[in-house]
């Protein structure tokens, strides 16, 4: 039995605000693969939300929750944006200017 995003919101809900449920699942038959993102306004609640829920059993399946703490992107370097005007490329960080290779001809 699949659970839906109520069924997630209600038991999840009473240990803190919900942002977004996201249940994955199978993009051909649209079945539930078995799991589900939840994003929580607060991180002590979705601690308290683990410490009670993990090893339960819903629908006759045992849960297993996680902490997944969301990767934070370095600050990009080096980007190269292409000239609108000249066909060479230049990066944001500097001035240099990088010449393309020539094209090989067959």
């Known amino acids: 039995m699949d659970a839906d995003e109520l069924e997630l919101a209600k038991l999840i809900g009473p240990f803190g605000d919900i942002s977004t449920i996201k249940i994955v699942r199978d ?3 649209g079945n539930c693969k078995g799991y ?3 994003e929580m306004e607060d991180l002590i609640a979705a ?3 683990i410490e ?3 090893d339960t ?3 006759g399946r045992q849960l ?3 902490l997944v703490e969301e ?3 370095p600050p990009e ?3 190269f944006i292409k000239s609108p005007v000249s066909t060479n490329y230049r990066t944001s960080d500097t001035a240099e200017v990088k010449k393309k290779r020539p094209r090989k001809t067959f």
């Open 52 to 54: 009670a829920l993990h």
């Open 57 to 59: 059993e819903m629908a």
């Open 36 to 38: 589900a993102f939840i």
């Open 47 to 49: 601690e308290s939300a």
């Open 27 to 29: 993009r051909k038959t």
């Open 71 to 73: 990767a934070v992107k």
């Open 64 to 66: 297993t929750l996680r």
């Open 77 to 79: 370097k080096n980007v």
